[in-house]
């Protein structure tokens, strides 16, 4: 059950868009289409930002879109807002749920 | 509206028992499988353990399979995780979570479990 692997770190200014890297293999990412992304701020529950790889529940803006290619899975965060700092984790399904490290976002 | 709140947190001794508690409300929770999620100090999200709305299918993190027991009681809309040998390690913030379609669609807030001497 080893974790999918993120960036530690990424950043970027208001406005911009960043994107979040999410790998794992073909037993995980590869082989899933349950892949989700979950928004972390410290004291907080996670919330569910994500979900089959690019669907977005209710309430979650459109800035936020995910994709997948080959064991690789991605969150891009476009026009950038200062509440979009957070941790953001990507999490994935497949005989069993495996979180990836985490990556914190910081907006300049 | 969707509600977890977890309970059962404190500070244990290493080799102690914990069992936490997650209470829920505002959906039939009989439909819904349940997880247990934590988050140690300065790490990231670990998933835990899980359980199928009819208790039926049970599985567990490598890190705490014979140690950790999930259950639920489905007429008190709750789920229990029973935590035994309880190591350093285990230290953390124990969210539970609903399981919808493999994804985790709410969050409680979470309980502290502190394993120290």
């Known amino acids: 059950q080893s974790a999918l692997t993120q960036p530690a770190s990424v950043s970027g200014s208001p406005g911009q868009s960043i994107t979040i890297s999410c790998t794992g293999t073909?037993?995980?990412?590869?082989?899933?289409?349950?892949v989700s992304w979950y928004q972390h701020h410290p004291g907080r529950a996670p919330k569910l930002m994500i979900y089959?790889?690019?669907n977005r529940p209710s309430g979650v803006p459109d800035r936020f879109s995910g994709s997948k290619s080959g064991n690789t899975a991605s969150l891009t965060i476009s026009g950038l807002q200062a509440e979009d700092e957070a941790d953001y984790y990507c999490?994935?399904?497949?005989?069993?749920?495996?979180f990836g490290g985490g990556t914190k976002l910081t907006v300049l | 509206e969707v509600q977890l709140v977890e309970s059962g947190g404190g500070l244990v001794q290493p080799g102690g028992s914990l069992r936490l508690s997650c209470v829920a409300s505002?959906?039939?929770?009989?439909?819904?499988?349940m997880n247990w999620v934590r988050q140690a100090p300065g790490k990231g999200l670990e998933w835990v353990s899980y359980?199928?709305?009819?208790?039926?299918?049970?599985y567990y993190a490598d890190s705490v399979k014979g140690r950790f027991t999930i259950s639920r009681d489905n007429a008190k809309n709750s789920v229990s995780l029973q935590m035994n040998s309880l190591r350093d390690e285990d230290t953390a913030v124990y969210y539970c979570?609903?399981?919808?379609?493999?994804?985790?669609?709410?969050w409680g807030q979470g309980t502290l479990v502190t394993v120290s001497s």
């Open positions: 979570a609903r399981d919808n379609w493999n994804k985790f669609d709410y």
């Open positions: 505002g959906f039939t929770f009989s439909s819904y499988a």
């Open positions: 359980i199928s709305g009819s208790s039926r299918s049970i």
């Open positions: 073909n037993s995980d990412v590869g082989g899933s289409n349950y």
């Open positions: 089959e790889v690019s």
């Open positions: 999490s994935s399904y497949t005989s069993n749920r495996v």
